[in-house]
């Protein structure tokens, strides 16, 4: 039997990664939908041992000396190899730049907060969490100093890096800066549009278990795997898992009979994302999805502009009839289109709608920075978070669970991570307009309650692709064209104004 | 800051160990609870990959090198660290026989043959598991032949001594002897006895929330801490989890209003014994259960003597009317009893009752002995069961899944395992009746719902001493006199003949 070569050594170690990095996905999903309350500090150890592990492994000498050995020999690698060898290169840089000790903290630190998010939200009180938050804050901003003095970048930068790879602040900038050229006037004058077509409301108490068979439906029509996945309950939507062990979770609301389907929605996008991964890749770092952007670009294709779609309303209808008994005037196509696609400024982000949205994430991308450069106290958040949506939404949130405890992801450390669903949304906008034009039956084939089509072109185009390009890249690959915010923007033009 | 001892620098890698161990077990729970049926491959390398760490970790040269340094140090040792160095160099001792492939392919085989096991119990056919189980046995009798020329003892005892410390197969044998010269007589005597004291039939139907709401009340009442545990439904009732995070599971039928309670109280007894364990030893291998028998004992008791005693049947009466409307005659205490009691020869182990359960144990010590010998082939195997089914209980099973599908034990590799089960029996008869002794108002507070009494004896004298003793010693200290099934034997003698 020949020698493994140090690239083959590689791919066996990069193997025993991805099974504890499975492994470390189910400890978080059991953490937020099954674990009893008080094993947080337990569960805190076992994710902190496990984590280390992972550190252990990546920036042990062994595998730097199989990385430098295997550099030496590049030439004999294929494409995808050449992509996996830089994309373990950019693991185990990102990973020596943070000491064990560092990533132990945080991962105790961010076990305890999540615990405290949930009984701040309990009891409507961001006092409740913020000391811990200040933590988190804190550590993640130690990690940020380090990545930054390795990689020569500024320090939020340096950690919305490793969340979107290829999209650095100066990108986000950019993008922001063409929505905002656009996007006020047009929230303005949509609202004023609509104000003439007003939406009948939807009254009635839809239980639990009707919206999880209605949500069942609609993903067993996309083609989740449920003898491969799961679909839960949790305080806040969330993909875990693996290909071959993908979890979905929703939250449903007894008076809101399309926000949890809706949600259902955007995971189940994420999880098609991941479920559509180059096979033969899977298990290595180049068979991994493209970041938090990209992922974020699959979930808003499918929740935002496919599922609040006229094609997808027409199909969607007999299914409210046989899960809810919906029957009447506000039930209707043109209604419930009406409904799906109001455009308000409201409290919440994931309530929002697609033009309005941008603004949620500009909120929280405002004051991230600010509390990340420590121009803003975590003690002061919640006033903070009120002035600024005040001044941008015009209203003040009622309460904190409304406001500044809405989202988990600062809690969790998760910090670069909001621009992301901003740039998302951006990426969506130019896959649909080169869908659209690649495969013009689209519209009609979801009317019909086929995806396959739109399905086919999403893993030829963009899931096949793994991690093999940069995310600027990878669009460029996916549409001929390079990433701009233009074809979202005329997409709002068409749907809100043009087509109103 | 003074350097750590060698010793210290052990208790710190069984630290990471400890979590390791925490994160298998959750893996184990999810597979048998949540986690997808096809997703059994992907849990597989999982385990396996953690597994492998856990094993490298143990047999590491640093391991050997501490344990080398520790001992050399031992007088300074206090008696419990002395007794954990023991159990840390028994761990290294029994991984260093069994090789990191080996491990690797037993666990992959068993993830395997745990679904093959589910999907032959439900077609009814010991076929469509039997290729998976031959598969399992092979390498479970590779890795005792391993580990019995380390330890020169017999491959299955050598199996068996993993299981439970200080207990060998002629220690088993002597036990089984003390029983065979009285058990089947006894079994003959019940049944006459009882013939002339029938119990009436329980009709209806008891549904899986009422079960559930039941097991809750009291599980509760024992003091299971629900902020710290979970019981949820599994084909297979089990305990699984660490102190902080247990996690327990019945199964219920519809017709059976107690059966899914009996199951409950065994792996509640299970989970008090886990939660019992010294909490400063609790990451330590000294701070872990005494194995196999011991479990079971502490099982067994609340399952079987406590469970089943008359004043458990006056606390739990008023309960059943709550839960299942129970009213009439045969829900009164008297009949309640004779039901709980019932002695009959049937085909399942999990219904047997106390009298006719070692008989069952006897069934599948001698099976898995010839299994194992390769006396008998796996094919073979529902053939074998039938028959030795037909001359010790007078029967045959009228199915696969009521005979030799009836227990996960064999596909999950676990041999040297169900004779625990007998032996746990006898102590937990042992226990009881230095309980009484020492004890005597116990009976009076179980009728009165107050199970404080019992538990503060049983963490005392048993849970508290973690790993500290061998088996016999450990009952020895419990009880002060040595491990006999003398009183067990009193136990079941004045329960079905004195008193009946």
């Known amino acids: ?104 903290r945080i991962a105790k630190a961010v076990a305890r907060a999540e615990v405290r998010w949930r009984e701040a939200r309990e009891q409507n009180d961001f006092g409740v969490l913020a000391p811990q938050l200040e933590e988190v804050v804190k550590l993640a901003r130690s990690k940020a100093e380090l990545l930054a003095q390795r990689f020569g970048l500024d320090p939020w930068d340096a950690l919305a890096d490793e969340f979107t790879p290829g999209l650095l602040s100066r990108d986000i900038d950019a993008i922001f800066g063409q929505l905002s050229q656009r996007l006020p006037e047009l929230v303005t004058e949509a609202i004023e549009l609509q104000a003439h077509k007003p939406a009948a409301t939807i009254d009635g108490r839809f239980s639990a278990s009707r919206q999880r068979g209605l949500c069942l439906d609609v993903m067993k029509a996309l083609g989740f795997p449920f003898d491969r996945g799961r679909f839960d309950e949790s305080d806040h939507p969330f993909t875990e898992g693996v290909p071959g062990d993908i979890r979905v979770t929703a939250k449903f609301r007894l008076k809101e009979p399309l926000q949890g389907l809706l949600g259902a929605l955007h995971e189940t996008g994420q999880a098609l994302y991941d479920l559509g991964l180059p096979a033969e890749w899977v298990d290595q770092p180049v068979g991994q999805d493209r970041g938090m952007a990209l992922e974020e670009s699959q979930s808003l294709l499918l929740e935002m502009i496919v599922g609040r779609s006229r094609a997808f309303v027409t199909w969607l209808r007999p299914l409210l009839e046989t899960h809810y008994g919906a029957a009447g005037a506000e039930w209707s196509d043109e209604n419930l289109y009406r409904h799906l696609n109001r455009v308000a400024r409201g409290p919440n982000r994931m309530d929002a709608d697609e033009l309005t949205y941008q603004t949620h994430i500009g909120l929280r991308y405002e004051l991230e920075r600010r509390m990340f450069s420590g121009d803003l106290a975590v003690r002061d958040l919640r006033a903070a978070w009120n002035d600024l949506s005040a001044d941008r939404l015009g209203l003040v949130p009622v309460s904190d669970v409304e406001g500044c405890l809405q989202d988990i992801h600062w809690a969790l450390g998760s910090f670069g991570h909001f621009p992301s669903y901003g740039v998302g949304a951006v990426i969506a906008g130019q896959l649909w307009e080169a869908i659209r034009e690649d495969h013009p039956g689209v519209e009609a084939e979801i009317a019909a309650g086929q995806f396959s089509g739109l399905l086919a072109w999403l893993r030829e185009r963009v899931h096949s692709m793994g991690a093999k390009l940069g ?21 709002l033009e068409r749907k809100y104004i043009t087509e109103n």
């Open 471 to 491: 995310v600027p890249q990878l669009v460029q690959h996916a549409t001929d064209r390079p990433l701009s915010a233009a074809p979202f923007l005329r997409y």
């Open 1 to 104: 039997m020949a020698t493994a070569t140090p690239y083959q050594q590689l791919e066996q170690e990069f193997r025993r990664l991805h099974a504890f990095r499975g492994v470390l996905a189910l400890l978080r999903w059991d953490a937020a939908v099954t674990m009893p309350r008080g094993s947080a500090d337990v569960r805190g150890d076992q994710l902190a041992a496990l984590q280390i592990e992972c550190h252990t492994l990546l920036v042990s000498p062994r595998i730097s000396r199989l990385l430098d050995r295997a550099d030496a020999n590049a030439r004999a690698l294929a494409d995808w190899q050449s992509a996996n060898l830089r994309e373990m290169r950019r693991l185990q840089d990102h990973a020596i730049a943070t000491p064990p000790s560092l990533v132990a």
